[in-house]
């Protein structure tokens, strides 16, 4: 039986985090990845220090949207986890075709040469997100769990941020979603991975290969890209404190996420790939703790020691969710699953890290400037 493990998009952040702990435990691992510039940089040097020496690791540069790279990056494997995507929420808004092609026609080539080469693969795990749900679970006083549709851009012009009830209008709280939610895509990176988990779930059931898809929250932490603008808070807020420039936080800045720390992932999915509690199962994982994104800018300042005050600018994108956090009760039972990495002690370790990277762009326009004037000339962004 192959032991060799595939991690695709390995040389990204979670890919390399994931190598990191597979290694460490003792398996093999094979990294596919096409070096996108937006990511690693136009010189890529990704920080791979001594993991690259190991020869327990192997990298493939290759691409998920050719058919030929997954044949040969299939060869000799017996898991795989499909990392690689376009992860930009705001970015998918316009780079319509470049979203879909990386993401739902990478991923069907993959269960495409599955179903019709042979191989030896007996498990797949997806990296999805928790973008399916959209704005996921809420409270109403009145009608109890609710779903609320996607924010109108009436509403957002208005300045009415929070979500209403959908059946009685009234107002409702963010509850920690679980997987049976309703999925309601609000964006076109959300609905790429919608299609990614319907794609791995029917045909790896169809063809008998155990699968487990995982709802991932917001991924920090050490080896996230510092060079991509259009994904990454932390990262993004970051780079803006080192350069001195302002931090403007969207809407009223109380919008909220889920933080789960990269160490915690990488633990996850080896305990997906080592056991079977998780097979056939889509599961959410996150801190289960809801944060506001003005909270996330003060924690960052205090670390960097920046005695600024983050301003709230008003703006806003049209499909970014109000608020987001994950029930983790089923990872936890179905794989005993739970984060380790608070907050707190997860961002020390990240602003640790920035701290020995070069700081990325300092020009008039950095690159957090260019994504947002490429939203605003298409009408996605709003003051
Ligand atoms: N980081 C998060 O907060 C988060 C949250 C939810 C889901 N996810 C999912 O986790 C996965 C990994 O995310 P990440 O944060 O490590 O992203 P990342 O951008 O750091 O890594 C993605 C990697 O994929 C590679 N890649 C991109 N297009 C490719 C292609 N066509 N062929 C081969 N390789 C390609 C990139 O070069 C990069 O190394 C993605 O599927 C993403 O949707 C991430
Ligand atoms: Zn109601």
Same mark, same amino acid.
């Given at each position: 039986?192959?032991?060799?493990?595939?991690?695709?998009g390995?040389?990204?952040?979670?890919?390399?985090?994931?190598?990191r +702990? =597979?290694?460490?435990?003792?398996?093999?691992?094979?990294?596919?990845d096409?070096?996108?510039?937006?990511? *690693?940089?136009?010189?890529?040097?990704?920080?791979?220090?001594?993991?690259?020496?190991?020869?327990r690791?192997?990298?493939?540069?290759?691409?998920?949207?050719?058919?030929?790279?997954?044949?040969?990056? =299939?060869?000799?494997?017996?898991?795989?986890?499909?990392?690689?995507?376009?992860?930009?929420?705001?970015?998918?808004?316009?780079?319509?075709?470049?979203?879909?092609?990386?993401?739902?026609?990478g991923?069907?080539?993959?269960?495409?040469?599955?179903?019709?080469?042979?191989?030896?693969? +007996?498990?797949?795990?997806?990296? !999805?997100?928790?973008?399916?749900y959209?704005?996921?679970?809420?409270?109403c006083?009145?009608c109890?769990?609710?779903?609320?549709?996607?924010?109108?851009?009436?509403?957002?012009?208005a300045?009415q941020?929070e979500?209403?009830?959908?059946c009685?209008?009234?107002?409702? *709280?963010s509850?920690?979603t679980?997987?049976?939610?309703?999925?309601?895509?609000? !964006?076109?990176?959300?609905?790429?991975?919608?299609?990614?988990?319907?794609?791995? /779930?029917?045909?790896?059931?169809?063809?008998g290969?155990?699968?487990l898809?995982?709802? =991932?929250?917001?991924?920090?932490?050490?080896?996230?890209?510092? *060079?991509?603008?259009? +994904?990454g808070i932390? $990262?993004i807020f !970051?780079?803006?404190? /080192?350069?001195?420039?302002?931090?403007?936080?969207?809407?009223?800045?109380?919008e909220s996420?889920?933080?789960?720390?990269?160490?915690?992932?990488?633990?996850?999915?080896?305990?997906?790939?080592?056991?079977?509690?998780?097979?056939?199962l889509?599961?959410?994982?996150?801190?289960?703790?809801?944060?506001?994104v003005?909270?996330?800018?003060? $924690?960052?300042?205090?670390?960097?020691?920046?005695? $600024?005050e983050?301003v709230?600018?008003?703006?806003? %994108?049209?499909?970014?969710? %109000? *608020?987001?956090?994950?029930?983790? $009760?089923?990872?936890?039972?179905?794989l005993?699953?739970?984060p380790?990495?608070?907050?707190?002690?997860?961002?020390?370790?990240f602003?640790?890290?920035?701290?020995?990277?070069?700081?990325?762009?300092?020009?008039?326009?950095?690159?957090?400037?260019?994504?947002?004037r490429?939203?605003?000339?298409r009408?996605?962004?709003k003051a």
């Amino acid at each position: 039986m192959a032991e060799k493990v595939l991690i695709t998009g390995g040389l990204g952040f979670i890919g390399l985090a994931l190598a990191r +702990t =597979l290694v460490g435990g003792g398996m093999t691992v094979r990294l596919l990845d096409n070096l996108s510039p937006q990511i *690693h940089g136009a010189a890529p040097q990704p920080e791979l220090g001594t993991l690259l020496a190991d020869d327990r690791v192997e990298v493939m540069r290759g691409d998920v949207c050719n058919r030929r790279d997954w044949v040969s990056a =299939l060869h000799d494997v017996g898991s795989v986890v499909h990392l690689a995507a376009e992860t930009g929420t705001g970015q998918s808004m316009y780079r319509i075709g470049d979203y879909t092609s990386t993401n739902v026609l990478g991923t069907a080539l993959l269960m495409d040469v599955l179903a019709n080469d042979r191989h030896e693969v +007996t498990k797949l795990v997806l990296a !999805s997100s928790r973008a399916v749900y959209g704005e996921g679970a809420y409270q109403c006083a009145r009608c109890g769990t609710v779903y609320p549709a996607m924010r109108s851009p009436s509403s957002l012009q208005a300045g009415q941020w929070e979500p209403i009830c959908p059946c009685c209008c009234g107002p409702v *709280h963010s509850v920690p979603t679980p997987e049976i939610a309703k999925t309601s895509p609000a !964006s076109v990176y959300a609905a790429t991975k919608l299609a990614q988990e319907d794609l791995v /779930r029917i045909a790896a059931s169809a063809l008998g290969i155990p699968f487990l898809i995982f709802r =991932l929250q917001n991924v920090y932490g050490e080896g996230q890209s510092l *060079h991509n603008p259009y +994904t990454g808070i932390l $990262s993004i807020f !970051s780079n803006r404190i /080192r350069q001195r420039k302002l931090i403007a936080l969207f809407e009223d800045g109380q919008e909220s996420r889920d933080f789960v720390h990269v160490s915690d992932v990488a633990d996850v999915v080896a305990l997906g790939l080592m056991g079977d509690g998780g097979d056939g199962l889509i599961m959410n994982v996150g801190s289960g703790v809801q944060v506001s994104v003005e909270t996330i800018a003060r $924690s960052l300042k205090r670390e960097f020691a920046d005695a $600024s005050e983050p301003v709230v600018s008003g703006q806003y %994108r049209l499909g970014d969710i %109000r *608020h987001n956090y994950a029930d983790i $009760s089923l990872v936890g039972q179905a794989l005993g699953f739970s984060p380790q990495v608070p907050l707190e002690a997860g961002i020390e370790r990240f602003v640790r890290w920035v701290k020995t990277q070069p700081i990325a762009e300092d020009g008039a326009e950095d690159g957090l400037d260019r994504a947002n004037r490429e939203l605003i000339e298409r009408g996605l962004m709003k003051a």
